[in-house]
């Protein structure tokens, strides 16, 4: 008898569309980011009844319903609750969790700094905008300090946050950063995600063209872009501009823009995303336009226990302890007396 | 009541021989109340007292009465920790109305507690404590020992703190270490007051502080000394004994309400070949389910300690989806924060099982006493129309069957079921007749593995039951998407139709409506008609059925009703109220259920309500029917203060 290699069921990214039409804006970020994300579970040859995507609420939490997957639609921030209780059903699923600004980092901000923490086994997308679009343009947490906005016609007095400081913060094992029209390297950096076993967390630069338009023209301009952009790469130095002519030094602990002609290249500040320590990922997270050159790629990529995983261990650890329960014997507990 | 002649037998372990000869008198039924501060170590004394007493044979209903605080200032009225224990050798269903013996510890706990002692009552207090510091502490003027205040009771000035320092003084250890003893020396004296041996509490002991052979010894030697001094003090002329009472036969352990909910929920796994997975954020008094599941790991069961509530019941939510059993649990306060999501369960037609342990509110109230005022929360309690199907447990045993039938009714309807049970029955002990599992009935749960159209899988499709199919992530084919917007009939897409959300809420309601209860909706006692119908729910059955036993004997036409299922409520409810000529409420609330009960059923119902933080006597509830009858209502309802002020009280009114 031969050996028969079973055949194998290959999906196109169009296979990963459900059958209802997207409706986000004309022009919205979002339909780069829904395109890639087909593109890289084609690519990486994912099984389509092992996939579930859960969101939040928000204009990015329509996702789940245009993936031909598994798909959860639930309630305002709450997403990361819902991931942690599935994972933990059935660790044996691919979880996506796709949020935005405000779902994740305001109302939801407390269960996506725990389940970080936690290093539940998904790959969360957050969509930033820095604006609430479903609700019509009030300022968001990461709307920029004086921004005006519907719900701030003086400007807004709160400071942002930055969300992979946040998710450094929480201890993440895997943060990055992509623009949605950087369609190559949102690919690369979703792909990579993709493949990290934890919580990985993936700020995706989004351009609302309604009520945000432009809030990322700095890092997407072609004239400015190779200013104020610096694509992270492991093991290299972190180089930007045209002609790759400027980099980064770190001085008394803190970083600084130099051209690469007037230092010794063993200055450089060297990336490495598998650092123990997150301390480089986080003043990376604190580099900001137009004080610096805004980091895309993957700033942290290490490996740490997954949660699911450890949960279910102790049962197994039980079970090898004290053998599998016996319920009689539960139920009658230690003390008994017959009547 | 007869007086036994001979001389005690040997009652107290093999090396305590009673040389007394002091007459033993034996009782039918004993109330007892142990009471100190909060660091006096009185519900251990308390819980070693029931298990003395289960083990003997006797009834047994417990109260255990502590305050929020963990350590309130020592020898203060607010630091007054409380355990009564109502032991029979009848059928009991209450901790006790009054305190036939108490155990003050100090000043501060004999004020709080003297109100409970009936008259005639045995009041043993440590009068080592009576100092002028701790007497101003607990507000007393005088010296209630010596200013003849204490005529009405058999009082017993026992010196507990020399006794047992003289006692443990050779253990080695430190006098504050020793001092911790005193509740076992004043265990012991307890123990030999109502005959009860002392080898349970000696293997408690001994296994407790295995590891450390001092504190074992000082205990023990505490424990004798008590046990001993009431053999030989003059200051009891005899003591008693309360036999065995007559259950039903089986084998029976002891149980409080949150272990039946935490075994329910085990055996509820076991029964349907699943893994729980129970979520849940800490709050009093539920906490003890946590503890109790999170010991468990080798039945299939995990914990998962959220980081709040909505997150609990978030990743219960997100565990039903994946399709392991879940089940969240809180009280009050937490079911608010919870809503929202419980919504997004009523939405998605997921199974989850949320517990409510009552306490006493709003807002964080009184969060170790209990009240029933959650009720209409849990019918009421989220946006739009939101339907629950509401289970409660009348008894801390109940709280097992209820919880397995809360489960079947959860995966059978594919819905969430909110149970209710309160701070009385989950921290109240009583004999559990061991259920044996092979005739628990089997919960039976079908997850399609193929789609149901020939169009492909409809996510809302649904069964003879009005339930939609649980299909699993992972299932090839079957692929779908849920969520909280409104879903199109059969395919569950997303669909804003006006007339698809009509239908879609009339569904969700009449899938509720529809339930068909797992086990007995209500539970009935005396006869169909009558002149007084008692309608309850949850944890005031006791006090009721005990109630409508005294009232009958008195002549008085009345019977009861417990209501367990409170949503969909029993219809057959309406014609069988309108058999009696009053009906009336008893409720630890100011009138939930009565107001569902108006509402639905077009009925005149009275209410008897008491919101102290503590459940009904026995007499309130007798008082409050009397009351009733003489016409003596005040608008609907009838208040207990008709009579004398109730007996349980935590502090009068100077405190």
Known sequence: ????????????????????????????????????????????????????????????????YYMNTYGFHSIHGRAPTLVTGLKLANPGLTVWMVTGDGDALSIGGNHLIHMIRRNVDVKILLFNNRIYGLTKGQYSPTSEHGKKTKSTPMGSPDMPVRPISIAIAAEASFAARAIDIDVKHLEYVLERAAHHKGSAFVEIYQNCNIFNDGAYSYATDKQSKSDTTLYLEHGKPMRFGKELDKAIRVNQMRPEIVNVKDVPADELLIHD??????????????????????????????????????????????????????????????????? | MSIATEPAGPDGSSSSSDISTKPRKSLPAVTIRFAGDSGDGMQLAGTQFTDTSALLGNDISTLPDYPAEIRAPAGTLAGVSGYQIHFSSNDIFTPGDEVDALVAMNPAALRT??????????????????TAVDLKKAQY??????????????LVKVPIDKLNAAATADTGLGAKDT???????????????????LDATLGYINKKFAKKPQVATANTK????????????????????????????????????????????????????KELIYCSYPITPASDILHELSAQKNFGVMTFQAEDEIAAMGAAIGVAFGGALAATGTSGPGLALKGEAIGLAVMTELPVVIVDVQRGGPSTGLPTKTEQADLLQAMFGRNGECP????????????????????????????????????????????????????????????????????????????????????????????????GLEKQDVTGNVSYDPANHERMIHLRAQKVAEIKPAGPAYLWNGPQSGDVLLVGWGSTYGAIRAAVQQLVEEGVSVASCQIRYLNPLPEQLGEMMKRFKHILSPEMNLGQLRMLLRAKFLVDVQGLNKVRGQPFTISEITRGVHALLRGNLDGHMVTVNDGPAPRIEPIDDEG
């Not at chain 1, 780069?32 to 579970?41: E, G, M, R, S």
């Not at chain 1, 490996?303 to 139920?331: I, M, N, P, T």
């Not at chain 2, 001092?179 to 265990?187: E, P, S, V, W, Y």
């Open chain 1, 1 to 64: 008898m031969s050996i028969a290699t079973p055949p194998v069921n290959v999906l196109k990214a169009s296979d990963f569309a459900s059958d209802q039409d997207p409706r986000w804006c004309p022009g919205c970020g979002d339909y780069a980011i829904l395109a890639q994300t087909k593109k890289v579970l084609a690519k990486i040859g994912a099984d389509r009844s092992k996939t579930v995507f859960i969101s939040g609420i928000g204009c990015s939490s329509r996702f789940p």
């Open chain 1, 273 to 339: 995303e598998k650092a123990p320590n997150p301390t480089l990922a986080f003043m990376l997270s604190r580099m900001r336009h137009p004080d610096f050159p805004e980091p895309l790629g993957v700033f942290r990529a290490v490996d740490q226990e997954r949660y699911a995983q450890l949960v279910r261990s102790q049962s197994e650890q039980a079970v090898q302890r004290l053998g599998k329960g016996d319920l009689q014997a539960l139920l009658r507990g230690s003390e008994t007396w017959t009547v």
């Open chain 2, 113 to 130: 507690n003297l109100k409970s002692v009936k008259t005639g009552g045995i009041v043993i207090v440590n009068e080592d404590s009576f």
């Open chain 2, 141 to 154: 003027t005088a010296n209630p020992l010596e200013d003849g205040s204490l005529g009405r009771y058999r």
């Open chain 2, 179 to 197: 001092d911790r003893c005193k509740n076992m020396f004043a265990l012991g004296l307890v123990y030999w007051l109502y005959g009860r041996p």
């Open chain 2, 222 to 273: 505490a424990l004798r000394a008590g046990y001993n001094f009431g053999i030989t003090t003059e200051l009891f002329q005899e003591h008693y004994e309360v036999p065995k009472a007559k259950l039903a036969s089986g084998l029976y352990r002891k149980i409080t309400g949150n272990e039946a909910v935490a075994l329910g929920m085990v055996a509820a796994a076991h029964l349907a070949g």
């Open chain 2, 388 to 483: 629950v199907p509401i289970l409660a447990a009348t008894s801390a045993s109940d709280c097992f069957s209820a919880m397995v039938e809360a489960f079947t009714i959860a995966t059978r309807y594919m819905t969430p079921v909110l149970f209710l049970s309160d701070g009385y029955i989950a921290n109240g002990a009583e004999p559990w007749l061991v259920p044996e599992v092979d005739k628990l009935p089997k919960i039976t749960i079908h997850h399609p593995t193929a789609a149901n159209d020939e169009a492909g899988f409809m996510p809302y499709q649904r069964n003879e039951d009005g339930a939609r199919p649980w299909a699993l992530p992972g299932t090839p084919g079957l692929e779908h998407r849920i969520g």
